[in-house]
C-alpha cells in the first residue's frame, strides 16, 4: 500500500514508511575484482562498541572499608610503580620515545667531550666545551634523515659564515688597533660592520627563511661570533689568536657528527617512508570522510556530521596533512641525495592530488549543508501551515489543490529527534534488497538487466502532485539518484580505504591494477543514471509549473540547484580519483626505474639549464594534456603565493606605489628633476621599510648596544663578571618577528633558565663535582627535557632548560678541571656553584628582557595589525576574484575555463593558512585596549575558509567539460545583467568588510544585501524556464509562435556586444533543462558565499559595533 493512500482518519504522515520508499541499492563496481555486483551494502559503519563499566560507585565506596578492600586498596598502591615502568617501556617502544633515548644518546656523547680528559685535551685548554652538548641539543638527531641532511648543510654554513665574521673582526681589531694605533676606530668598526651587521644579516636571513633549521643555524652562528669576538681577549686587545676560533670549529665538527651518527645509525627514520605513510593513512580517512558525507546527503540527517566517527576521520586527515607536509621537504632532500628526482617529482604530485581531493569533499560537505538548510526552511514553512486551523488533520487537505501554498504536513516528525529518520521517506537504506525487490512491479527484470535505472513506478504519486515543499524534490531526487550516488560512492570510497602503499619499512607501491578500469565503469555508470534521473526528474517538475506560486520559484531553483550540484561534485571527485591514481601509477614505475637508474642532475652546476636542491621546475604530471592547454590559448603566468616560510606583508606593494606617485601625478606644474628624484629616494626608503628588513636593523641595532660594553673599558670587567656574552646569545634567541612571538618564547625560556639553574644546584650537590654521577645526571635531566621537545612540542622551553644547565653545571666541571681562562672569580678549581648559578640565571634573564624591549620599542612589529591588514588585503583580493565572473569568463572563450588563475586557489589558501599564525601569536600580546579577540578572529577566519571551498567549488563547475553548449551561452547572455549586479554586490560588500577590518570602524545597518541581487537573478531564472515549459504546454497558434515560445528571447544591445564579443549579437537558440545545471550551481554558491559574508559581518558587528543614524561623528 502506498504512504500516499493512507484513510483521512489515520496519522499523518504514516508511522512506518512503506518498503517501497526505502532506497534501493543499484548497481555497484567492487574496485579489486571489477566486477558489478548489486549484493547487500551500507555506507554505514558500525558505531564502536565502548566497554561498559558496570557497578555501583556507592557500593565500591563502601567496600574500599572493608579488609578485602584495604587488600585492594594496598595491592594498587604497590601496583603504581610496576605501572609506571610499564608505562615507560612502552613509550620508549613509540617513534618518539625512541627519538628521546636518541637525544638522550647524542647529548651524552656530546658531554663526554667535558668529563673525559683525553676528548678535553683534544678541544683545547679554553674553556667553553658544553658547546659541543649544546649542538646536539638544537641539532637533535630525533629527525628524519632528510632533515639531518639539511640540518648538517645549515650548520656548515652558519659555521662558515661565523668564521669569517670573527676572522674579519680580528684582523680589523690587529690592523687599527695594533697597526694603526686606533684602537676606539677598531672597535667602532667590530661594532657596527660586524656585530650590527653581521647579527642584523642572521636577523634577517630568520625572518626571510623562517624555518625552525634555519632559526638553530642563526643561534649556532650567534653562540660562535659571541664566544670568538665580545668574550675573548684577542678582539679587545688587538691580537691575533686564533685558538677559540679552531676550538669552535672542533666542537661544530664533533657535535654534528654525534647528532648525525645517532640519527643514522639507530632506528633511522626515513621521510620518505614517512611521507608515503601519511598518504596512506590521509587517502583512508578521505575514503571515510566520502561515506559519511554522501551518506548524510542521502539520509538528510545533518547530525552525523557531529557524530564522533565523523570528527575522527576529519582528524586524521588534518594530523595526516600536517605530517605530510612537514615531511615532504625533508623527502625532497632524500630523494635528491639518492638520485631520485623523478620520484619526489611524482610524491610531490601525490600530495596535492589528496589536497585536490580534500577540497572536492569539501565541495561535496557545502552542497549537503545546503540541502540541510532548504529543508529547515522546509520544516519552518510546514510548521507556519500546520498553526493554520483545519490544515493539520489529514493529507487530504494539506495536498489539495485549491491551496498552492499548502503541503504536506512534516512538522512533528521533523521536529521529532526520534522520527527524524521520517523527513524523507525515499531516502533510507533497504536493510533486505530481496523484500524489497519482491515487493516492487518490475523487480526481478530490474535485478536481471542489472540497471541503474529507476521505473516511474518508484515515484507512484509523483505525477498525481504538484511539488510544495523542497522536501519532496528531495525526495523525488534522491528517489530517482539515490541508488547510483551510493554505488558510486561506495566504489570511490573503497578505493580510498585500499591501502596504496605497502607495509613498512619500504612503503612500495601496491596499487591494484583493476582500480582504473573500474573507477571508469563506475563513472559510466553514474553518468548514465544522473543523465536519465534528470531529465525524469525535469518532467516531473513541468508538471506543476503552472500551478507554483510565486513563493515556491526561487525555492525550487535552490533545490535543483543543490541536487545537481551534489551529483555533479560526486562526478568531478570521480574523475580527481583517476587523476590520482594516475600519478599512482606512473610513481610505481618510476620507482621500478628509480632502482636500476639514478641521476643527480642538480649537482651539474655548470649546465644552464641545471636543477638544484632548492628549487627545481615541476615535471609534466601523466593526467596532463598540452594539446588541451594549446586549445586555451597561451597559459597565463601562474600565481605565485608567499612562500610556506613567509608571513603576509600586510599592505601590498602595489597599493603602496600609487598612493606614493598619485600626488606627484595630479600636480599641474612639476620638476621632473625633484620628482625623480624624491621618487627614487621614496623607493628606497620602502625597501629599507620592509619587515624582513627592519627585523634585520633592530636585531643589528640591539645586539650593537648590548656588545657596546664589552668593548667599552669601564663595562668590560662588569661584562665579563656577569657573563655579558650569554645575554648577548638569549637576546638572538628571543628576538622574534612579532611582539607576540617574542612574549611568548620569552616567558619559556625565562622558565626554562631557572629549572635548568635549580637542576643544576640539585645534580652538584648529588654528584659532589664526581663526572661519572654527573653525567648520569645530566642524562636524566636530557631525558626529560628531550621528552619536553620531541613528545610534548615545548621546544623554547626544553632547549632553554638544557642550555642553562650546561652553562652551569658542565662549565662548572671544566672549571675544575684547570681549564685557561679568566675565571677565578667563580671559585677557579673549586667552583662556586652558587655564583655560577646566579650569574648564569643574570645574565639570561637580563638578555630576555633586552630582547623584549627592543622587538617592542624598536619598530614593533605587531601580529594584531598584521592580522587586520591580511585579512583586509585577502578581503580586497577575494572581491576583486569574484568580480571578474565566474561565468562571464566563460563567454570569451570557445570552450570552458576557471575564473581561478593558476595556482591562486593554492595561494588564497596558503595567506589564509598563514593567518592563522599570525592569529596565534597575536593572543600573546599584550595592550592596554584588552586581549587580542582570538575566538571571534578564528570564527570570521573559519568563515573565510569556507568561502575559499566555495571559490574552488564554483572554479571545479566551470571546468567541467570541453565545451559549452549553445543552450548554456544563451542563459548566461539572457541573465548578463543580473549576474554583473550580483557580483558587483558581492565585490562590494567585500571591500566594506575589509575597510572596517582594516580602520576597526563599527559598520553601518546599510550593508548592500546579496540576497536582493540574487533573488533577482533567481527570479531570472525561473522565468526563463517557465517561458520555455510554457510554450510546450500552451497549443500554438502557428509555427512561428511555436518557434518563438521554445526560444529563449534575449535582447540585445551595442554595450553587450562591445563587452561580450560576438555570443551577444542577437539570436535565437533553443534551451533544454539540462542547460540551466550551470547557472543552478552558481546560484547555489553565491548563497554559500552570501551566508558566510553574513556570518563575518555579525562577528565584525559584535566587535566594533554598529553605527546608527543618530550617532554624532562631527567632534
Known sequence: MSPHHSSSGGPWPPLRPSKRSKLRNGTFVIPTTGERSRRQFTLRHPPSIAGSHGGDDASDAASSYSRRGLARTFKRASQVPLESILALFKFLGTPKG????????????????????????????????????????????????????????????????????????????????????????????ILIVFVGGGFGFIGWVKQRMNNPLVNVG??????????????????????????????????????????????????????????????????????????????????????????????????????????????????KFEHYFLGHERIYQLDKAVYKSIETLA????????????????????????????????????????????????????????????DRNHVLSAIHEVLDESASDSDRPGGRRHRATRSNSVPNTAYPTAKMHAFRTSSEIFELFIALLGPSMKSLAYTLSEILREPVFGSAPDYEVTINGNFRTSLLDALSLFNDSRANALNELYKIIELGRPSYSDSLKADFEEVAAA????????????????????????????????????????????????????????????????????????????????????????????????????????AADVNKTTMVLAQNLLRFFRRCGRDDVRFGLKVGIGAMLWAMFAFIPATRPTYAHWRGEWGLLSFMIVCSMTVGASNTTGIARFIGTLFGVSLFL???????????????????????????????????????????YNVSALYAYSLSQSVEDDDDDEGGLTPWIGEIALHRSVAVTVGIIWGLIVCRLIWPISARKKFKEGLSVLYLQMGLIWKRGPLAILLRSDCTRSYLKTGEQAALQRYASRLETLRLAAAGEFELRGPFPSAACGRILASTNRILDAFYAMSLVTQRKGHMSEGERELLLFTAKERAVLCERIC??????????????????????????????????????????????????????????????????????????????????????????????????????????????????NLYGVLDEEVNLLE
Not at 611 to 625: I, K, M, Q, V
Not at 770 to 788: K, M
Not at 1088 to 1098: D, I, M, P, S, T
Open 218 to 331: 642563526g643561534t649556532l652562528a650567534s653562540l660562535a661570533i659571541i664566544s670568538v669576538v665580545t668574550k675573548e681577549n684577542a678582539t679587545f686587545t688587538s691580537i691575533w689568536d686564533n685558538t677559540k676560533l679552531v676550538q669552535v670549529f672542533k666542537m661544530l665538527v664533533i657535535g654534528i657528527t654525534c647528532s648525525a651518527s645517532v640519527n643514522l645509525l639507530l632506528w633511522r627514520t626515513s621521510a620518505r617512508n614517512q611521507l608515503r605513510k601519511s598518504m596512506g593513512s590521509a587517502s583512508t580517512s578521505l575514503g571515510d570522510m566520502l561515506s559519511y558525507v554522501t551518506h548524510c546527503f542521502l539520509s538528510g540527517r545533518e547530525e552525523e556530521f557531529q557524530s564522533s566517527e565523523f570528527s575522527r576521520a576529519v582528524s586524521v586527515y588534518s594530523s595526516s596533512y600536517t605530517a605530510m607536509t612537514d615531511v615532504l621537504r625533508d623527502a
Open 98 to 189: 625512541r627519538g628521546v633515548l636518541k637525544c638522550t644518546l647524542a647529548y651524552v656523547l656530546g658531554s663526554l667531550m667535558t668529563f673525559v680528559p683525553p676528548f678535553a685535551e683534544f678541544l683545547g685548554k679554553p674553556d667553553g666545551k658544553h658547546v659541543t652538548a649544546t649542538i646536539t641539543v638544537y641539532f637533535h638527531p630525533s629527525r628524519t634523515a632528510g632533515s639531518m641532511i639539511q640540518a648538517v648543510l645549515i650548520a656548515f654554513s652558519a659555521a662558515l659564515y661565523a668564521g669569517l665574521i670573527s676572522v674579519l673582526s680580528m684582523a680589523t681589531s690587529v690592523l687599527f688597533g695594533s697597526v694603526l694605533d686606533a684602537p676606539t676606530v677598531a672597535f667602532s668598526l
Open 988 to 1101: 562590494h560588500v567585500f571591500q566594506v568588510l575589509a575597510s572596517s577590518l582594516m580602520l576597526e570602524y563599527p559598520l553601518t545597518e546599510s550593508i548592500p544585501s546579496i540576497t536582493n541581487s540574487r533573488d533577482r537573478l533567481l527570479a531570472k531564472i525561473f522565468h526563463s524556464s517557465s517561458s520555455s515549459s510554457s510554450s510546450s504546454t500552451a497549443p500554438p497558434s502557428s509555427s512561428a509562435d511555436a518557434a518563438a515560445r521554445l526560444l529563449v528571447q534575449r535582447d540585445s544591445s551595442e554595450v553587450a556586444v562591445q563587452k561580450l564579443g560576438q555570443w551577444a549579437k542577437t539570436g535565437r537558440i533553443p534551451v533544454e533543462e539540462r542547460d540551466y545545471a550551470l547557472l543552478y550551481a552558481y546560484a547555489l554558491v553565491t548563497g554559500q558565499v552570501a551566508e558566510e559574508l553574513k556570518v563575518v559581518e555579525r562577528e565584525i558587528e
Open 563 to 666: 541536487c545537481g550540484h551534489f551529483s555533479f561534485s560526486l562526478q568531478t571527485f570521480g574523475e580527481e580519483m583517476s587523476k590520482y591514481l594516475d600519478v599512482l601509477d606512473d610513481l610505481k614505475h618510476a620507482a621500478e626505474d628509480g632502482r636500476k637508474q639514478r641521476t643527480w642532475g642538480w649537482l651539474c652546476f655548470w649546465r644552464s639549464d641545471r636543477t638544484h636542491l632548492f628549487s627545481r621546475p615541476a615535471l609534466p604530471l601523466p593526467y596532463e594534456d598540452p594539446e588541451r592547454e594549446n586549445l586555451l590559448g597561451p597559459t597565463p603566468a601562474p600565481v605565485r603565493g608567499i612562500r610556506r616560510s613567509q608571513l603576509p606583508q600586510g599592505i601590498p606593494s602595489t597599493m603602496t606605489a600609487h598612493r606614493d606617485t598619485y600626488s606627484w601625478q595630479a
Open 762 to 804: 640539585i645534580n652538584w650537590l648529588i654528584s659532589g663535582g664526581n663526572a661519572i654521577v654527573l653525567c648520569a645526571l645530566g642524562a636524566c635531566v636530557a631525558f626529560y627535557n628531550f621528552d619536553l621537545i620531541v613528545a610534548k612540542g615545548k621546544a623554547p622551553l626544553g632547549r632553554m632548560t638544557l642550555l642553562a
Open 359 to 418: 577540497q572536492s569533499i569539501g565541495g561535496l560537505r557545502s552542497a549537503a549543508n545546503t540541502q540541510f538548510a532548504l529543508l529547515h526552511e522546509s520544516e519552518q514553512m510546514s510548521s507556519v501551515l500546520t498553526m493554520s486551523p483545519g490544515n493539520a488533520s489529514s493529507p487530504s487537505a494539506v495536498l489539495s489543490p485549491a491551496s498552492p501554498l499548502l503541503s504536506r504536513s512534516l512538522s512533528n516528525t521533523l521536529r521529532s529527534g526520534q
